[in-house]
């Protein structure tokens, strides 16, 4: 039997606008395996990025829970959280989020530098994983001078580094042409085969989706079954 990486049971969010709530999540039930990739698929507005970004730990929910590696993020401290998330967890978002300063082997080594990995040993896995994603001729490139699909491939190699237990990616290949988003979608797939990565990607993308393990569509505040 598979291990479960990340699960919530019963997840509410709601937002609260002065006294008005809206609310967004109404009774999220999701376990992600090692190794699987599941796609969230579902309308504009529909809670996505909010469901991401509890799962996550970067915000907290209304009601229910979210067990990270067995651990209950809400019963931990803010500095236990930081820690699991940093062991355990790595980010892909629609916009890469790339350091403009710090070269692309720089801005990949940097997650290892964190966790306190010497810069050497950093610098090297940097340009591995910058090799696995085909960038070992863009290391010392900074992010201006990398081509959209290049800097999102160095942002999956930056999450991915640390060989986390689970990725969670915000619509990855958002900002992506149709050949790109699929050349980074292939990608994350075959590094997801490699490091045994759980995944859950939110995609607007129904093509892609399709070819996740399995797709979930949030409609009124749940998860429902099928796309
Ligand atoms: N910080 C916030 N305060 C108040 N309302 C919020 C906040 N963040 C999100 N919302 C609202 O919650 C709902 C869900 O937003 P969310 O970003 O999770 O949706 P989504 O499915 O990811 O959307 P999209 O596909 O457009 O990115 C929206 O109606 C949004 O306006």
Redo the contacts with the bound molecule.
Sequence with gaps: MSKTVIACRNLH?S???GKHE?P?LHGVNLALYEGELIAII????????????LLGGL?KPTQGEVLLQDQDLAKVSEQQRGRLRNQFLGFVYQFHHLLPEFTAQENVAMPLMIRRVDKRAAMEQAAQMLGNVGLEHRLTHTPSELSGGERQRAAVARALVTLPACVLA??PTGNLDRHTAESVFDLMLRLNRKVNAGMIM?T?DTHLASRADRVLR?VDGVLTGQA
Excluded: N
Aim: glycine content about 12%.
């Design positions: 969010k937002y609260f606008q809206v967004v579902g309308a504009s507005g529909s809670g996505k990025s909010t469901l991401l970004h915000d915000d619509e939110v607007h949030l």
